[in-house]
């Protein structure tokens, strides 16, 4: 069964810590693995992606590093604010009919 | 904003009804998933549409339907719902299939199934 397990399932850093956000995924036929950021009462936002040939992708605060043989990848929230809190998902896609799949989401909260 | 939107923000069915829930994707954008996501838990993939055809499916039983408009609109349609389907249910659109393509979520329609 195609999975991504993601952990922690909630984090509290202190403001202008470093949040960090672990996945780890089953399938190698995945070849895109985007994070995803939600907060309450809207939909999931796409954050940041990356693909499986890199191994490290950086978006201002936002870092992915990617373990490709581990198969597993993480996300780095540098210099924390309290807007940063939200639920975090990770995910793996991939052309297969089940398209993407989604960790079980990280909640963030940062203290001020 | 994303531009997706969907309707209605709110709903209470009764097990063994059914409900269609309604998106309204980007201008443009020719491919819609929808996903369903239950309290504290990831969107789990229901069914993607592309250009009025499905193009995959997730694990969920032929009860969830589907429909793609030429006009950007979609429906999901849950037929005999039961207790479980109670969640919130997301739709994206995207420009294309490229899995680089972003998907932009709507803010769901939180489903009550008593």
Request: include cysteine; charged fraction near 15%; aromatic fraction near 12%.
């Amino acid at each position: 069964q195609q999975q991504v397990k993601q952990s922690p399932q909630s984090l509290i850093v202190q403001k202008g810590g470093i949040s960090i956000i672990n996945c780890a995924y089953e399938n190698t036929a995945f070849d895109y693995f985007p994070w995803y950021q939600q907060f309450p009462g809207k939909g999931p936002a796409l954050l940041i992606a990356i693909r499986p040939d890199v191994s490290e992708k950086k978006e201002g605060r936002f870092t992915i590093s990617f373990n490709k043989s581990a198969k597993q990848f993480s996300l780095h929230i540098m210099d924390s604010q309290p807007g940063d809190s939200a639920t975090y998902f990770c995910a793996a896609e991939g052309s297969s009919a089940s398209k993407i799949i989604f960790g079980s989401g990280t909640r963030l909260s940062i203290r001020p | 904003e994303t531009g997706v939107t969907q309707s209605p923000t709110h709903l209470i069915k009764t097990r063994g009804q059914q409900v269609t829930l309604r998106c309204s994707s980007q201008s443009g954008h020719n491919t819609v998933s929808w996903y369903q996501q239950a309290l504290g838990q990831g969107p789990q993939f229901i069914f993607q549409y592309y250009r009025e055809e499905e193009n995959g499916r997730g694990n969920f039983p032929p009860r969830f339907s589907g429909l793609q408009f030429p006009n950007y609109s979609s429906e999901l349609n849950v037929n005999a719902l039961e207790l479980d389907d109670s969640a919130l249910y997301l739709c994206a659109s995207s420009l294309g299939l490229a899995v680089t393509d972003t998907q932009y979520f709507g803010p769901g329609t939180r489903l009550t199934v008593l």
